[in-house]
């Protein structure tokens, strides 16, 4: 399969931003000779995939069944989407996975059987660098040159074996067992190992005066194993015909790669903390319950009901990041003239200013969900009604914090927002000057990942399937739900997006606890399908979802806080900052009682829609062998995908950052933002198009 969607242009090209586009176009092609003009026309993102399958099922004995199956699958992406970030032009990610495994189902005797499995999952996905370092242009809010991820090598084998047994009894059926995982990972990866410019404005481009950040050193390498055992026991009893009740507990041992974390002595001597004390192993024991329910007459209504304790397993990303970080990743800062991009600055511009640092809480395990559903259905003239309640309770949710922060002098700005160390402006961005917001000496940003964030999310969701008559068939459905967090970050790919801004309260609540990165109240699928005589069969999918919130902030490049993350503060909502008047006054999510932080989340991108239609046409059995000519059009109608502009304000480039000597206050030069709420880069693609042969086997 080859698919290549055509996008727009990444940096704009018809919109008021298209000036400093074209500036930074021509600057980058005149002083530094480099071209960055596919920037400014449309691209494909091309990807290829080659996949295979194959299954094989044979009785060996009159009781015993084997079962084989085993799949693989190649892709490479062009310009491959990396979430949130800007199109990487000129990268590429290549993913390889291979899956087998074997069963073999005996039976026993007239009460008893068994399962017998065993599984090997294998992949990896390596993105390769774009060949530039990322470079962001803060006055347009455009970006070229390798993302955040990139360049990074993933890989993970799993082996799992597993062994149920079946035990019929007259109320029912018992089963038991043991399921054991071993977990390989092999991961190559440090955050900004490409290096990163940020300018604030065409003149900044021009003379390369600007910020840069990059990781340096060794490449960071993790390469750790996990072991997962897993016993449970359930029983399905069946108290009347209509009835049938499932009681189940499981227990679950989760060992952690404790071991490949190499203390970090220098941290310890200078803080007292222990970065290898984290637990080795987690238990948990799981209890389940539920319930199906046939009733009315003809037994056309069914009520089910499940409830019970879930396990999530470890995240390999956290362990790999906790053991290459262990002992410090070196991390270059610099701010002002940083030399002749696109090269990196020397260590004299952009010298080491410390390690970067990752530890895990010495409470950490992986996240535990209590989930609670209830469904009801039923058949109603021919109309199959559907009725869906679920609750679901998460914690233990990883919270990312910087443990080496400033934390005197408390400087704050003209909002009363804390500054954790001096600001440099240069133009339209803002940063801490380098090292003046850090507490220990030797040592960069922190992070320390505690396991203290929760989640609750309740959705009801209503649907109907109906069968009209003259092969013309209709399915709709509509949930709605929320969700509640104060996981922070929790969309972002980025570490540094994660961190939590020091934001005491809002309304008499911790600022972080609100709307969900995830919450997505409406949900609408209606789908159709018309069968066109004996042979044709025309389908069509239509799906609709309220647009992701975020939080009213500034434009990546501008640290208004100093704490080192230009992409995780919120904006101080006030309509008397210079033109922010009108653009407080078009949007209901940025109306407050009196000027104030702005909610986290409180406002959304606009509605996700999506218009799949298919057509298929019947080759009845040529070779013996059913087969189909299928037709697709994806995306015929498509928006919501676009990145959006969250900025409420921008930097005035030509203002002054000043502080006054008495109080210590810094007043940073604001302008609101015009643009807020708009496209800031275009991610919707056009339609496409596909075809291919299903042959059934």
């Known amino acids: ?338 030399g002749v991009w696109p090269q990196v600055p020397d260590s004299t511009v952009a010298p080491v200013r410390g390690n970067s640092l990752t530890l895990l809480g010495t409470q950490y395990v992986p996240p535990r969900t209590n989930r609670l559903l209830f469904g009801l259905s039923g058949n109603v003239s021919g109309t199959i009604l559907r009725f869906a309640a679920t609750y679901r309770h998460t914690d233990f949710l990883p919270l990312r914090r910087d443990l080496n922060l400033s934390l005197s002098p408390r400087a704050r700005d003209q909002d009363g927002r804390v500054l954790y160390g001096p600001l440099t402006k240069m133009g339209t961005a803002l940063a801490a000057v380098p090292g003046g917001n850090r507490r220990f000496s030797g040592f960069d940003e922190v992070s320390s990942l505690d396991p203290v964030a929760a989640s609750d999310y309740w959705g009801f969701t209503v649907g109907l399937e109906r069968l009209v008559g003259h092969g013309l068939e209709l399915m709709a459905s509509y949930t709605f739900s929320r969700t509640t967090d104060n996981w922070f970050g929790a969309r972002s790919g980025s570490a540094e997006a994660q961190f939590l801004p020091p934001i005491d309260s809002i309304g008499g609540k911790p600022w972080a606890d609100g709307r969900s990165d995830f919450d997505t109240p409406h949900r609408v699928v209606l789908g159709t399908a018309m069968h066109l005589g004996q042979r044709a069969r025309l389908a069509a999918l239509f799906r609709w979802r309220s647009g992701n919130p975020f939080t009213p902030g500034f434009r990546d490049g501008v640290d208004a806080n100093g704490d080192g993350s230009a992409r995780n503060d919120p904006a101080f909502v006030n309509d008397q900052v210079t033109g922010a008047a009108e653009v407080v006054a078009a949007n209901a999510c940025l109306a407050l009682p009196a000027p104030d932080f702005a909610e986290r989340n409180s406002c959304r991108d606009p509605a996700q829609t999506s218009l799949d239609l298919r057509f298929a046409f019947n080759l009845g059995r ?76």
Not at 56 to 70: E, F, G, K, Y
Not at 125 to 133: E, F, I, K, N, V
Not at 655 to 668: D, E, F, I, K
């Open 1 to 338: 399969t080859r698919l290549a969607p055509q996008y727009d242009a990444p940096w704009p090209v018809d919109s008021a931003a298209d000036t400093n586009a074209a500036a930074a176009l021509g600057i980058a092609q005149d002083s530094f000779q480099t071209d960055l003009g596919p920037y400014r026309r449309p691209y494909q993102a091309t990807s290829t995939v080659v996949s295979g399958f194959g299954r094989l099922d044979w009785t060996i004995a009159q009781d015993h069944r084997l079962s084989v199956r085993a799949s693989a699958a190649s892709v490479t992406n062009d310009q491959p989407d990396l979430g949130a970030e800007s199109p990487v032009l000129g990268s590429t990610l290549t993913a390889r996975d291979v899956s087998a495994a074997v069963s073999l189902a005996s039976v026993f005797g007239p009460v008893i059987g068994s399962e017998f499995r065993v599984s090997l999952d294998a992949g990896n996905r390596d993105y390769t660098s774009a060949g530039l370092a990322r470079t962001l242009f803060v006055d347009g809010g455009f970006a070229a040159g390798s993302a955040d991820l990139q360049p990074g090598t993933f890989k993970r084998t799993t082996f799992r074996i597993a062994e149920t047994v079946h035990y019929r009894v007259p109320f029912g059926l018992l089963k038991g067992g043991v399921q054991i995982g071993l977990n390989s990972f092999d991961q190559s990866y440090a955050d900004g190992r490409s290096g990163a410019f940020t300018f604030g404005d065409s003149t900044g481009f021009a003379t390369a005066t600007g910020l840069f950040r990059q990781t340096v050193g060794s490449t960071p390498a993790a390469n750790f194993k996990t072991t997962e055992v897993g016993l449970f026991a359930q029983a399905l009893l069946r108290p009347t015909r209509s009835l049938e009740v499932i009681v189940g507990v499981r227990r679950d041992q989760e060992h952690f790669p404790v071991a490949e974390i190499r203390a970090n002595t220098a941290w310890r001597a200078a803080t007292g903390i222990d970065n290898t004390a984290v637990r080795s192993r987690r238990i948990l024991i799981m209890p389940r319950l539920g319930l199906t329910w046939t009733l009315g007459a003809g037994r056309q209504w069914q009520v089910t009901a499940d409830g019970g304790q879930f396990a999530e397993a470890s995240d390999p990303g956290q362990f790999a990041e906790a053991i290459t970080h262990a002992t410090g990743v070196q991390v270059r800062r610099g701010a002002g003239a940083l």
């Open 622 to 697: 040529p070779g013996g062998l059913p087969a189909e000519l299928l037709f697709d059009a994806l995306g015929v109608v498509r928006g919501g995908t676009d990145v959006m502009d969250h900025a409420l304000y921008l930097v005035d480039g030509a203002g002054t950052l000043t502080t006054a000597p008495a109080t210590g206050m810094t007043t940073v030069p604001l302008r609101g933002n015009p643009n807020f709420g708009r496209v800031l880069t275009p991610r919707d693609a056009g339609a496409l198009l596909r075809a291919g042969l299903r042959v059934g086997f």
